[in-house]
């Protein structure tokens, strides 16, 4: 069935704690920038359930097709269909300005330059005390939280050796490089991680 073919079950199990974190994260914010929105299922979700905010979904263009169907079928006026934003490609594209930006289970998938790109992304569109946030697991003062976990970047380096879980002070000092400062870091489920950037300046 095709709504199987654009289901991920991960999102089911982390989209109610990120949703509440979420709505007390971005009070008064409007417009949102999602980096690898996957299926789009997260950004149905949460827009369904914000109906304040803008949320622009964007991935590669070859991902576009499950995140065009479910933004269509979900009929959501405040979300918008898929920009094609590839990090290491065309990031430097994008020139719209954000409240907030989101990607969710990125920086493990992306090679160590493609991350600190992502974070120039979201340090350049970002308005002054706009925040960026950032979910997926990560390693803590460089070791592994838990060996699920190491297991899970082993199987990432025998696919990719640049892919592999990041270090949470490597990500607050690649922030820092871009005018942002570690605002919030919240445990979550499945030994994952919310970490929350604010911008510093316009």
């Known amino acids: 069935m095709l709504m199987d073919k654009y289901h991920a079950e991960s999102t089911k199990r982390n989209r109610s704690p990120i949703l509440e974190i979420l709505k007390k994260e971005i009070k008064g914010s409007k417009k949102i920038l999602e980096i690898g929105s996957g299926t789009g299922q997260h950004a149905v979700y949460f827009t369904k359930k914000m109906p304040q905010i803008s949320w622009q ?27 094609d934003i590839e990090i290491g490609v065309n990031e430097k594209n994008i020139n719209d300005v954000y409240d907030c930006v989101f990607s969710s289970n990125t920086s493990h998938i992306m090679s160590l330059i493609n991350v600190k790109r992502l974070f120039v992304l979201a340090g ?79």
């Open 57 to 83: 979904t964007s991935d590669r263009s070859i991902n576009h097709e499950p995140i065009k169907y479910w933004v269509k079928r979900s009929n959501l006026k405040n979300l918008i269909l898929p920009l």
């Open 124 to 202: 350049r569109v970002l308005n002054k005390n706009g925040k960026f946030f950032l979910y997926g697991p990560f390693k803590i003062n460089f070791e592994f939280t838990t060996k699920s976990n190491e297991d899970f970047h082993q199987k990432l380096k025998a696919e990719d050796k640049l892919m592999g879980l990041r270090d949470i002070d490597e990500l607050n000092n690649y922030a820092r490089e871009n005018n942002m400062h570690k605002y919030a870091f919240y445990e979550m489920p499945a030994n994952n991680y919310l970490s929350i950037w604010k911008k510093l300046s316009a």
